[in-house]
């Protein structure tokens, strides 16, 4: 079987695999850094772009002519802005950054909130690329002024390795500047909001190819010109999904659990009901060019931030141990609801993640954490009561009944946040593959290459080849 490079960027970090659907292997894994300058949060694009190519570069040391094709998946809504030379403007913002706060009651009364779900079919997250646009169009004039090209965080990168820009579907799906019935950009809302038409490209579906690298990278890297770059599902969760391994004409629900946790269904066409935007359900688009409608829930980043400050005390952190007492500590009643907006922020001087979990407990009249195992029951069982409220509205909203659950994604290896969901939900839950959105990506990039016949012939390689674990409800729904 031929092999392919996954390029997987998450929020908190990234990952270069290569190998296919049977096998992987990582070549590089690196933080994903962002920096604050003056207030304000940036990725540090070229630190990623550099290793990238450190990893592709080991890839191709390794494997050499087996490789036929690289694809790259990000989180979703950052983008970088590009000039008339064709040059990067600034460095891309962090979707985090403080600077939209404000922008979806600005943008909503200028344009009707009802008027902006029915055109996109997105629910409304302070760090959607129409916000941050519109932040930049008005506190940044000149920079946005000087823009011709919009591309997406995987559209960068995809042009910097191919001096070729697309702008990929399931990407563009989230910047809640899309028209999922149409398939097409929302001309309507980006004329409202005054955004240059020019900047918008022509959308491709996921698995176009891109093109090849470019003559000095393919010799900085050790590839060949027969090698392609294919826009895969270029947003992550898009790739993940493409992963779940259900059989073919299973009705599924998934989520994929990781920094956020994204829990949902694919259907046919978009959703867009007053039910689902009072719900917060969101309409993106599946590599398949069918709909992932789901909500996105706070996930493993309120653990990471709780983790990252007791370290930052001196604490050494044992993953083992952490679970040992969080097990111990299972009776323990305090929970969170991980769908507030004070958790979004990361720790500051002003504001750390443990004291805000202790605030809401507080404020809901439950115990407060003391431990570090009961902070994590606190959240995993914020967590899975989160789950089980979404599948409940899910179900109304869709008319449809559901027995089990996919969990895939770094965070199905939390085999306690499993079995809670599967308590909290009354589902079987299904959990893995671990490595789903680099396994997605490569799905798709081997039927761009003629490699994988169909999306279901590769889920099914998945099931056959993965490993997946089955956690059963013990108790009853909480």
Known sequence: MAKYIAVDLGASNGRVIVGDLAGIEVTNRFTTRNEEMNGEVYWD??????????????????????????????????????????????????????????????????????RIFVETGIAFQPFNTLYQLAAMQKQRPETFSAARHYLSIPDLINYWLTKVMVNEISHASTTQLFNPEHGDWSWELIDSMGFPRSL?????PSGTVVGSLTPSLQNELGASARVKVVAVGTHDTASA????????????????????????VESKKPVITRNALASGFTNEMAVNGSIRFLKNIMGMWIQHECVRYWESMGDTISWKELDEQTLTCGDFAGKIDPDDQRYLKPNSHLS??????????????????????EYMVAIYRGLASAYAKAIVNLEEITGKKYSTLHIIGGGCKNEILDQWAADATGLVVHA???????????????????????????????????????????????
């Open 352 to 373: 750390l993640m443990t004291d805000r979990i202790r605030e809401q407990c507080m404020e809901r009249g439950l115990p407060v954490p003391q431990s570090k195992g």
């Open 200 to 204: 918008f490209g022509k959308l491709v």
């Open 432 to 478: 893995g593959p671990v490595e789903a959105t680099a396994l997605g990506n490569m799905i798709v990039q081997g039927v761009a290459m003629g490699e994988v016949e169909s999306l279901q012939a590769g889920r099914d390689l998945i099931r056959k080849h993965q490993k997946v674990r089955t956690f059963f409800p013990k108790a009853a729904p909480l």
């Open 45 to 114: 694009l070229p630190y990623i772009y550099s290793e990238i190519k450190k990893g592709i570069k080991a890839a191709f040391n390794q494997f050499g002519n087996e490789i036929v094709s690289i694809g790259i998946d990000t989180w979703g809504v950052d983008y970088g802005l590009i000039d008339s030379n064709g040059s990067l403007i600034a460095l891309p913002y962090h979707y985090r950054d403080s600077r939209t706060d404000g922008m979806i009651d600005e943008v909503g009364n200028k344009l009707g909130k009802e």
């Open 241 to 264: 999904v493409a992963a779940v391994p259900a059989a073919g004409g299973e009705d599924f629900l998934y989520l994929s659990s990781g920094t956020w946790s994204l829990l949902g």
